[in-house]
């Protein structure tokens, strides 16, 4: 069998143009990202990289004030398009928020090449805080209570999180004091987009899986730093594997998660809050996550590698050596 054509497709990178600019901390990750993912597969032997240099020549850069137009975006589909075929193998780079994620996992499943990421529906369902915090309730996974603003609201005093329900990480993430102040938030923002959370007290944390078939092995378990700012939530990085494990907790958190969705597939990151009740889950993201950048350097192996071994199915999946050195990764503060 000759090498596997893997098309690494970073959708920033590549053109892709999306309802408004990237901010700045997610274009330093994506390039973190895509400069760590790259390495990996490029120490494989097995593993030839298609790269997106055609795209590029073909879209040119990320607009930064103007929407993308019907050409614009009619033409990236057909690079895109182009660029699956020339593959055997699809690697997207892409936040599963504004549903873009799924539209290019979609892709690549209807070019009949490999999808080297999550189901579509998996992406789907942790689009959206609403559906995921059913979907995980329904698993019986613990998991933060979230709640439309137009929805009857529990009678909770204390401060509440505001966040869009297709957000990315902490990008547009809000605290405010008290319910009343959130709601009246949400009313003079005229956007029907957000969710509401009361506030969980606790240590941050993301556990970085690999997931087949609803069953998952921890590579990580990340300690993330997130700083307050005028009210918002910034996103600092994470330091790989700074959390321990010494109960099992957090694996069996993780193998519940990959229980309640079996169509969870490759690298997956999972975002908690560490309370004095055990762990509850925040995020599920379906994609490589800013822990990624550390995890090779943290676990000692080749975590693409680990990820192509699932083409064979959960018999594929290995761990790897017991190494858990601390990695920190950092994005800094816009």
């Known amino acids: 069998m000759g090498r596997l054509k893997v098309f690494v497709f970073d959708h920033f990178a590549a053109g892709g143009q999306s309802k408004r600019p990237p901010p ?95 189901a579509p529906g998996a992406v789907r369902v942790a689009a959206s805080k609403l559906k995921l915090a059913q979907v995980l309730a329904d698993g019986g996974v613990a998991a933060v209570a979230t709640y ?82 005028d009210n918002r939530f910034h996103f600092l990085g994470s330091v790989v594997n700074g959390l321990h494990d010494e109960d099992g907790a957090l694996v069996r958190l993780a193998k519940q998660v990959a229980a309640a969705i079996p169509s969870l597939w490759g690298y997956v990151g999972v975002d908690f809050v560490l309370t004095a009740r055990g762990a509850v889950v925040l995020d599920i993201n379906p994609r490589l996550t800013a822990a990624y950048a550390g995890l090779h350097a943290s676990i000692g192996c080749n975590p693409a590698g680990l990820v192509l071994d699932l083409l064979h199915g959960p018999a594929g999946m290995r761990m790897p050596a017991r190494l858990r050195r601390a990695v920190n990764v950092d994005l800094g503060l816009d």
């Open 24 to 118: 700045q901390v997610l274009r330093r990750q994506g390039e973190m990202l895509q400069q760590a993912l790259l390495a990996d597969l490029e120490a494989l032997p097995d593993v030839e990289i298609v790269r997106e240099t055609s795209l590029n020549a073909a879209t040119g850069p990320v607009a930064d004030a103007n929407p993308p137009s019907l050409p614009e975006l009619r033409r990236f589909g057909r690079q895109f398009a182009a660029g699956v075929q020339a593959t055997d193998a699809v690697w997207p780079l892409v936040h599963q928020s504004s549903s873009m994620l799924e539209q290019l996992s979609r892709g690549v499943l209807r070019g009949k090449r490999i999808l080297l990421g999550s």
């Open 148 to 229: 439309s603003p137009h929805a009857p609201l529990p009678q909770e005093s204390g401060p509440w999180v505001v966040k869009p329900d297709d957000g990315a990480g902490c990008l547009d993430t809000w605290l405010f004091k008290d319910r009343a102040t959130a709601l009246a938030w949400i009313r003079a923002s005229a956007s029907d987009g957000y969710v509401m959370q009361p506030f969980v007290a606790g240590k941050l944390g993301s556990l970085s899986l690999i997931c087949c078939d609803g069953v998952t092995q921890v590579l990580a378990c990340n300690q993330e730093r997130v700083a307050m700012r």
